[in-house]
């Protein structure tokens, strides 16, 4: 259970991030488990890192972002649409939705290079609907990075900082700094050309926070590097976040990127925020079938609601009859519904499960994907609706490997899944 109130602040990133792992539901819980473990408070578990940052749980902390019903229409069409969102002072937020929901005009309104159509952004209390862009705390790195070819690093580093008219001793001395900070001092004099795509990226990240504003605005800043490259730069955003004490606010459409990095990830749709909250929880409790899918992988069984109590919610199914989830759910008997639940809280056997075990399921084994250290189960119930489970190759077998065409046995708690009413 994620605890609320209580997550950890990036509960040892290095680790977490290390286990990005080939496949996005296991990074996504490897990471919601390091959330959950530190958020249950055990000491030890999860790395040195203990810090407590969940401003958002607490009714006195005011955001320091705040965008305020804001809609942002071009022409006719709304890019965004009466959107509401509060961003804490030093948090990582990421915004993530496919292409066209409206990320990067959030980002250039805060930024002030496009003008809200309705609505109000207060920054520190602040409304700053009339501070120029250049005046607000605010930087912007561009995801194609905009380096001046002709400059050298250092060059590129100082830019902002000679057109504030910063003494040159200063300058001098910021640009070491940010080399330092990013970890390029041997690059000083080359220019881009000659650097990696990572290097180049480093670059582009010193610019931006030369001027040292209070947020710093990332839009898709890994896009352009290859996967392992990515995976390493995350560490080194999170780190540098950490150390400056800024507050980010980064877009992304790789849900991966934004489960290692975030303290908390906004899903968009057409201009509308689905759910905000922690990635542990967006894992664990997804509030539609939209952002279930988004983040990770997921199995959805569809039915209707057969009754609702306490803590508990029954739905019927055509593939496995009712099943029951330990939830507290407002729904009508009849409506329409999902069971959602993970491919890794799934068990799959030979044999049946004794009979108390609730939430049985059985059908024939359709697929099977090996990735060595696990395998995923591709069930096809008799109603036709496939369910996939993912089990370890942590032991030896003693039982014989379940195979293709076999008759399996599917079984979850009623603690592991969510029913979901959209
Ligand atoms: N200057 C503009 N004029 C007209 N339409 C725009 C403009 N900027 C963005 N849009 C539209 O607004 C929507 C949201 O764009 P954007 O914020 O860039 O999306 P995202 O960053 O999430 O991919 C898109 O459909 C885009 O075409
Ligand atoms: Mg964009």
């Keep these: 259970m994620v605890t609320k109130g ?7 990133p290095r680790k977490t991030a290390a286990k990005a792992a080939p496949r996005k539901a296991a990074a996504a819980s490897a990471r919601s488990k390091a959330k959950s473990e530190a958020s249950s408070g055990q000491p030890g578990k999860v790395g040195p890192v203990r810090r407590t940052f969940a401003p958002w749980n607490d009714p006195a902390a005011k955001p320091f972002i705040l965008y305020e019903n804001i809609t942002k229409r071009f022409g006719d069409f709304v890019a965004v649409d009466d959107l ?7 948090e990582f937020f990421s915004l993530l939705g496919p292409s066209g929901c409206g990320k990067t005009t959030l980002l250039r309104m805060l930024a002030g290079f496009e003008t809200p159509t309705e609505g109000r952004i207060l920054l520190d209390g602040q409304d700053i609907s009339t501070v120029p862009p250049y005046r ?25 900082l000679k057109q504030d008219k910063m003494p040159k001793g200063e300058i001098a001395d910021r640009v070491d700094e940010m080399l330092k900070l990013v970890k390029l001092e041997p690059f000083k004099t080359r220019k881009p050309h000659q650097l990696s795509g990572g290097q180049r990226q480093r670059v582009a990240l010193a610019r931006s926070i030369a001027k ?22 995350q560490f080194e955003l999170t780190d540098l976040q950490q150390q400056l004490g800024l507050t980010f606010l980064i877009v992304t459409h790789d849900q991966e990127e934004a489960m290692t990095v975030s ?6 749709n057409q201009g509308n925020i689905i759910q905000v909250s922690t990635p542990a929880e967006m894992y664990e409790y997804p509030n539609s079938r939209y952002v279930a899918d988004f983040i990770g992988d997921i199995n959805l069984i569809e039915g209707t609601i057969a009754s609702v109590s306490r803590g508990k919610v029954t739905v019927e199914t055509a593939d496995a009859g009712k099943l029951v989830v330990n939830q507290d759910l407002k729904a009508d008997k009849g409506q329409k519904a999902w069971i959602a639940i993970r491919p890794e809280k799934v068990r799959i056997a030979l044999k049946k499960p004794a009979a108390r075990t609730d939430n049985v ?62």
């Design 6 to 12: 209580t997550a950890a602040k990036k509960a040892a």
């Design 84 to 90: 509401t969102l509060g961003i804490y002072e030093r």
């Design 136 to 160: 607000r705390p605010v930087n912007m790195m561009f995801q194609s990075y905009a380096l001046f070819p002709h400059m050298s690093v250092a060059d590129n580093i100082a830019f902002g």
């Design 212 to 233: 040292r504003p209070k947020v710093l605005l990332l839009d898709e800043p890994l896009g352009a590097l290859d996967k392992k490259l990515r995976e390493q730069t």
């Design 263 to 268: 303290d908390r990830i906004a899903v968009m």
């Design 361 to 422: 399921m059985s059908g024939e084994v359709w697929d099977i994907g090996y990735l060595g250290d696990v395998s995923t189960y591709h069930v096809k119930l008799p109603a036709g609706s496939t369910v996939k489970a993912l089990q370890t190759n942590a032991t030896r077998l003693i039982e014989r490997p379940i195979t293709w065409e076999d008759q399996a046995w599917l079984s979850f708690s009623p603690d592991g899944a969510v029913v979901l009413l959209s």
